[in-house]
C-alpha cells in the first residue's frame, strides 16, 4: 500500500514499543531477543520516517516503571542499549539525524550516560529527522522535575508565578522546543498510554495495532498516516 501523494505526512509521531516480549514467546525465544529484534525494527523505522518527511519520531525506550522487570531482563536491556548506542550513531551520521534523549538520565551507569551525550552533542548540528528516545522516562516523574525546577526559579526570584502559562511551563519539560506530536501509535493492541508524553499528548491522534513491534514496518506506519488522514482535527474548537 501506498500512500496518495497528497496525504498530509504528520510532522511529529510518537511511538510506544509495545509487544517484544510477546513477539519472543510466539517464537519460543527469550524475552531479550524480541528486545532484539524490536531494536532493528527501530533502525529501519528511523530511515523509513526520515525519507517519508516526518521532521519528529518519539518512541519509548525505557519507562520508569521498567526498573521493576527482572533484574536479568534490566541488565540484558542495559547492554542493547549499550550496543544499540553505537549503531545509532552510524545510523545518524548516515541519514543526517538529530538525536535527543528525554527522561532521567542520572539513574542509568556512567557509561550510558557518556554514550547518551556523546549521540546528542554529535548529532546535534544535523538537520534532517529529530530522533527523540524517551529512557528511564515517565510522564508523570517529568512533569514532576518541570514543576520542581519552576518552583526552584519562582522561589529564586528568577520567574513571576503569575507569568507561568502553558508555554512557560512546557519550556520546562524535556521537550523543550519540540512540537507535541501529531499521531501517537501503539504496537500490540493495548489501550492506554502508560504514563507517556502525558502533557505533550493533549490533542494527539491515536492509532492502536494489533501489531507486535518487532513485525512493524513501512506498510504499518503507512495505515496509520492514512488513518489520520481522515481525522477532523480541531483542538477543542469547532469548525
Known amino acids: ?10 510532522a511529529h509521531v510518537a511511538l510506544i514499543l509495545d509487544g517484544n516480549g510477546r513477539w519472543a514467546k510466539k517464537r519460543g525465544l527469550p524475552r531479550t531477543m524480541g528486545h532484539k529484534e524490536g531494536c532493528v525494527t527501530v533502525e529501519k523505522t528511523v530511515e523509513i520516517a526520515a525519507r517519508m518527511g516526518i521532521r519528529y ?3 519509548y525506550g525505557f519507562s520508569t516503571e521498567n526498573w521493576k522487570r527482572s533484574e536479568d531482563e534490566v541488565g540484558a536491556l542495559m547492554q542493547l542499549f549499550r550496543y544499540y548506542m553505537v549503531r545509532l550513531l552510524k545510523i545518524a551520521s548516515a541519514n543526517n539525524v538529530r538525536v535527543k534523549m528525554i527522561g532521567d538520565r542520572s539513574r542509568f551507569a556512567k557509561d550510558i550516560i557518556a554514550g547518551i551525550n556523546r549521540l546528542e552533542n554529535e548529532t546535534k548540528d544535523n538537520t534532517g529527522l529529530t530522533f527523540v528516545i524517551a529512557v ?13 525546577k519552576l518552583a526552584a526559579d519562582a522561589a529564586r526570584g528568577a520567574l513571576d508565578p503569575d507569568a507561568v502559562t502553558e508555554d512557560v511551563f512546557a519550556s520546562y519539560l524535556d521537550t523543550a522546543g519540540i512540537p507535541d506530536p501529531d499521531l501517537l501509535i501503539r504496537t500490540s493492541g493495548e489501550l492506554r498510554l502508560s504514563n507517556y508524553l502525558l502533557w505533550q499528548l493533549a490533542y ?5 495495532t494489533d501489531c507486535l513491534w518487532p513485525d512493524f514496518s513501512q506498510e504499518e506506519l503507512e495505515k496509520a498516516i492514512l488513518q489520520y488522514n481522515k481525522r477532523d482535527r480541531r483542538f477543542g474548537g469547532v469548525k
Request: no cysteine; aromatic share 6%; glycine share 6%.
Open 204 to 208: 494527539t491522534e491515536l492509532y492502536v
Open 57 to 59: 519520531l518519539t518512541v
Open 136 to 148: 528511564n522516562y515517565g510522564g508523570r516523574d517529568e512533569i514532576r522535575r518541570a514543576a520542581a
Open 1 to 10: 500500500m501506498a500512500l496518495d501523494t497528497n496525504a498530509v505526512i504528520p
